[in-house]
């Protein structure tokens, strides 16, 4: 799909502009935020509390960055839009592009993926170097400017409590508690940005207001992840190896300055080891021999780095019935999902096109009144932008772990034909690519029920119930590969 570019002509040139913003962290969701609220404001000051790198390299304040970062196609296209060349700068710096059914080579529950050449391309390179590409291009910007180094320790309201007029923030390494060592720092909009441990919450109590309420999907997914150079003799057809039972896998994908990331996942019991002896075993325990094989005589290049704070979590902005003007959320601070969906940085790219979108229509730079109410509209677009993400990330959840499901039979039915579309996609093109641009958040969820899609998952469906009926055994599903883990069989989640 093109998708329009509004972002054609240089943010400079955009007629009407006034106000000062602050955003809060330079992450990917401040960075982006940033960089569309330069086409609306006067001035944009992005607070980070970490001293940003000049190179690609890693921060404290992503401690995630260690682990691989897939770009979604979506997020990839909207990436594009707003850096126009940034592909290309990120292929030169090393990135390799892929095309996501070409190039990657996958062992699923179904079998062994199809692989055909499609137009859904992206690009693997370190999370990194995809930041500081961003934030790179995000410095050119003669409007926004970076405060690093400090961090955001309160929020500064009016007289009357009602609007936000700033910020207390104070150098890292100083508690903001303090107000003798903390500078304030006013606004006219105050973005928080600050990810997954976003302090808004308790800002937002402190100060008499209500605090959103929670959704959280906890599938207890635990990350492993090692880099390595590989040797270069191995014979492949490939550009990135995937093999994974519904509770575990593992990934491996390549990075610039040809290194290699291996990414081991699993739910529960199943969260990989981040000792040497037992990675090595978890890789050794796969459905598949590749990677295993893959590795034999590859050089590991870091530490084993684990990471297990990945539940779904959704902060209720949008149903708030008080809040302060002046006052917006986005990114992993409103809703962070499970990270083996690779959904979080092309969510971010979306909460910036929304907040491009809500501003454009209140007139932010034109008019004053168009302000008023800005926050609760915002937040409630942002949701609807958010709900495909998390329908997607938590249905999958659900569906893997049981005792999260909620029991209806809606809910089953759904994962029952996500279950019949995900073995179809192994002998049907059509059906793959569906399920891919979905994933990919290209297409919404609804378009899986096109009759292109339906009618070869209904009809499996038929055929595979006749077939069991006509077993002895009663068995299903005849293309499923049994999980090696006994556990994983019996499906104690
Ligand atoms: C293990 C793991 C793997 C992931 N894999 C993927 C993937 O494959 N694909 C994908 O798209 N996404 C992935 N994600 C999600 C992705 O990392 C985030 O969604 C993405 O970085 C956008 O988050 P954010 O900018 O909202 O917050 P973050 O990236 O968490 O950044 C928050 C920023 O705010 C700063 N900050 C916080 N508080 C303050 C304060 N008080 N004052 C000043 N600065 C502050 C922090 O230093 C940091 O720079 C993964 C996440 C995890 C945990």
Redesign the pocket.
Known sequence: MKMPNPFATHPTDAPARSGHALV???????LLAAWVLADHVERVTI????HLPTAPAFRP??P?AR??????VR?RQILEMLFPGLGAELVAAGARPLDLCADLERFGPPGRAQRFVSDLQTYACSRDLLEWSIRRRVRQHPRIHFREG???GDLVFDQNNSRITGVWLAPRSVTVADRTEATSLSADLVVD???????TPQWLAAHGYPTPTETVVDSGTG?ATRSYELDPSIRRDWKGLLIYTRTYGASLLPLEGGRWNVLLTGMGEHAPPTDAAGFMEFIGNLSRPDLYTALEHARPISPIYG?R??ENRWRHYERLNRRPENFLVL???VC?LN?IY???????ALGAITLDRCLRRSGWGKHSAGRKGLAARFQRQLARTLHASWLLATSADTATVRNAGDGRRSTRLIHAYMEQLYLVTRRNRRVALARYRVAHLVSPPISLLHPGVALPVIANWVRTRLAQRQRPDGQAEPGLEPPRYPSCQSGRY
């Open positions: 809060i962290g330079g992450s990917i969701a401040g607070i980070e509390r970490d304040g992503v995630q682990h691989y970062h897939f770009l979604l997020g400090c961090r955001v940005a600050g990810g997954r441990t976003s302090r990350y990471y704070r990945t990114g992993d601070a962070a990270p690779g959904q979080g940085m092309t969510t971010a």
